[in-house]
Each structure stands twice: as C-alpha cells, then as structure tokens.
C-alpha cells in the first residue's frame, strides 16, 4: 500500500493543462525533497521536476522547462506539478517520489501507484 498518491492525470489535447497532486498519508512532505517522474512506453523512467525540503528549491528538466510548475500546497502532505503547454511527448504515467535530496530515480525511496497522462489530438 503507497503512503503517496498521485491524482489529476487524464486525457488532454495539445496546449491543455492538467494539475498532479501528490498526497502523503501519515507523514508531511515538507521535510523531504520530492520528485516527479515520468514514463511513457518503451522508455525509462525520467525524471521531469524536484523539489527540495524546508528551502524549496526547485528544479525541471530541460523537455519541461518553462511549461511546468512543482509547488508545495497549503497542506504540508501535498506537492503539486501544474503541467501547461501539454505536448504529446509529456504522454506517460507520472509519479511522485520521496528522497532525502533531488536526485536520480534511485535516490528515492518511497514512491506512489502512478496516475496516467494522456495529451492527444
């Protein structure tokens, strides 16, 4: 059972925006660097933006720069990645991840089920 929980995925045409949460259950996630990833079929799993602890630093990858937004939500058991411009190329199941810093996909201990991202014409 997954102590985090991604939720928002669906289907969106090109230039849509969809908004992931990721919720914590049991703990905050304010402590710990949490990460986004993606992937899509046939390809490994990459990583698409981070976001630190208590200094809130973030970071994108180049694909999704200037497109997409990780924020910490009101509630301390919830990060977001607000995901605009929707290409096709973002198709995939994202999931969010808890590490101690952002790093690499093995950096992370505790991940969630995954909700899926379909941008399609």
């Known amino acids: 059972q997954s102590r985090l929980v991604e939720s928002g995925g669906g289907l969106v045409q090109p230039g849509g925006s969809l908004r992931l949460s990721c919720a914590a259950s049991?703990?905050?996630?304010?402590?710990?660097?949490i990460g986004w990833f993606r992937q899509a079929p046939g390809k490994e799993r990459e990583g698409v933006s981070c976001i630190s602890g208590s200094g809130g630093s973030t970071s994108y990858a180049d694909s999704v720069k200037g497109r997409f937004t990780i924020s910490r939500g009101n509630a301390k058991n919830t990060v977001y990645l607000q995901m605009n411009s929707l290409k096709p190329e973002d198709t995939g199941v994202y999931y969010c991840?808890?590490?101690?810093?952002?790093?690499?996909?093995?950096?992370?201990?505790?991940w969630g089920q995954g909700t899926q991202v379909t941008v399609s014409s």
């Open positions: 991840a808890v590490g101690a810093l952002c790093g690499k996909a093995a950096d992370f201990g505790s």
């Open positions: 049991g703990f905050t996630l304010d402590h710990y660097a």
